[in-house]
T-cell receptor, first 116, second 117 residues
């Protein structure tokens, strides 16, 4: 089945440690995204990538890094510089299309990160 | 900057009844798109319905319909014949075109819907 996988589902980290969240898609989409979700809030965009090797900062990129070496993969690293990393992280992908075209974003199941 | 407002933190509805979830938006872009997503307790975001600003008809997808009132800048989701499985968080989102020409989604804070038997 085509879709997006994220691993692990739950992740615990000690303060001061970097941690990497995995995101893989087999939808043949060029664009991929990382969102953060906090309780009582909507999703906020961390990073996105329009194509392999393209990395663009979103609204809350500080303390995060990403890579896009393959079309299918878009891992997110939460660094020790991220002040409040405990959150639910969602990865998404879409076609690129034109600026005003209908480009539905497909989401993965998410990773819940808890910093101890 | 574009903004999405969902003023209902929680809604209750009885099974088989219809419910309306509110969404208002603010944008200066004449071309925009509005999305509704459902997020069950498991966490994944499920796309429900889309409305483009130039669409002549209100969007419908099965039991979901969008009450799109452009002049009022509202795009309310109507769920008919509610089912227990409809209990979830519902997010309204708007397409925003960035300086790069690329799209991103701007989300509201969501409405938690509880369907009772």
């Amino acid at each position: 089945d085509g879709g997006i996988t994220q691993s692990p589902k739950y992740l615990f980290r000690k303060e001061g440690q970097n941690v990497t969240l995995s995101c893989e898609q087999n939808l043949n989409h060029d664009a991929m995204y990382w969102y953060r979700q906090d309780p009582g809030q909507g999703l906020r965009l961390i990073y996105y990538s329009q194509i392999v090797n393209d990395l663009q900062k979103g609204d809350i990129a500080e303390g995060y890094s990403v890579s896009r070496e393959k079309k299918e993969s878009f891992p997110l690293t939460v660094t020790s510089a991220q002040k409040n990393p405990t959150a639910f992280y969602l990865c998404a992908s879409s076609i690129v299309g034109t600026s005003y075209s209908y480009n539905e974003q497909f989401f993965g199941p998410g990773t819940r990160l808890t910093v101890l | 900057a574009q903004k999405i407002t969902q003023t209902q933190p929680g809604m209750f509805v009885q099974e088989k009844e219809a419910v309306t979830l509110d969404c208002t938006y603010d944008t200066s872009d004449p071309s925009y798109g509005l999305f509704w997503y459902k997020q069950p307790s498991s966490g994944e975001m499920i796309f429900l319905i889309y409305q483009g600003s130039y669409d002549q008809q209100n969007a419908t997808e099965g039991r979901y319909s969008l009450n799109f009132q452009k002049a009022r800048k509202s795009a309310n989701l109507v769920i008919s014949a509610s089912q227990l499985g409809d209990s979830a968080m519902y997010f309204c989102a708007m397409r925003e075109v960035m300086n790069t020409g690329f799209q991103k989604l701007v989300f509201g804070t969501g409405t938690r819907l509880l369907v009772s038997p």
